[in-house]
């Protein structure tokens, strides 16, 4: 079988594992309490934007299925490496904020020091000033769009 027969049955399988996920979310989210009997809303229940996200995923799964199928007899090249040594570094550098920094560290130096340094290491090829000076400006940038939306919109206090 060609490599672009691999890829294109690979998007099929990949896109109705998205799609099964995206529903699987769906469910879950619409399972969890309204708060009704509190006067909650459609749009106050905590299930909403869960239920939206495991819409965007069947429907981008969706897309990503029917593309394998458009694609099912045409050369095309097949899927890179599962995972290489930027994906790696990407999985072990969010590891590492995810479990090692957030909870032991207060959020906005560790979200600004993660930011930091994933654009610094994934900014691709610009002179070191230059890629230092936009990672350290977005990372500052995030944390204070973060904290600020996270803790003066929706009043969550973050860790």
């Given at each position: 079988?060609?490599k672009g027969a691999d890829a294109a049955r690979a998007d099929r399988r ?122 350290l400006l977005a990372g500052a940038l995030t944390t204070l769009l973060v ?13």
């Amino acid at each position: 079988m060609s490599k672009g027969a691999d890829a294109a049955r690979a998007d099929r399988r990949g896109g109705l594992g998205w799609i099964a996920l995206g529903a699987l979310i769906l469910v879950a989210s619409w399972r969890m309490d309204r708060f009704e009997a509190m006067g909650g809303s459609l749009y106050t229940a905590p299930g909403l934007v869960p239920g939206l996200l495991g819409i965007a995923l069947m429907l981008l799964g969706g897309l990503l299925a029917w593309r394998g199928w458009r694609a099912r007899g045409r050369s095309a090249p097949g899927p890179g490496p599962l995972l290489n040594g930027r994906i790696a570094g990407m999985l072990v550098l969010s590891l590492v904020y995810a479990a090692g920094l957030i909870g032991r560290v207060p959020f906005a130096p560790a979200t600004a020091l993660f930011v930091t340094l994933f654009t610094a290491i994934y900014a691709g090829s610009v002179s070191p000033a230059r890629r230092w000076g936009v990672a350290l400006l977005a990372g500052a940038l995030t944390t204070l769009l973060v904290v600020g939306v996270f803790e003066r919109i929706f009043l969550v206090r973050l860790p």
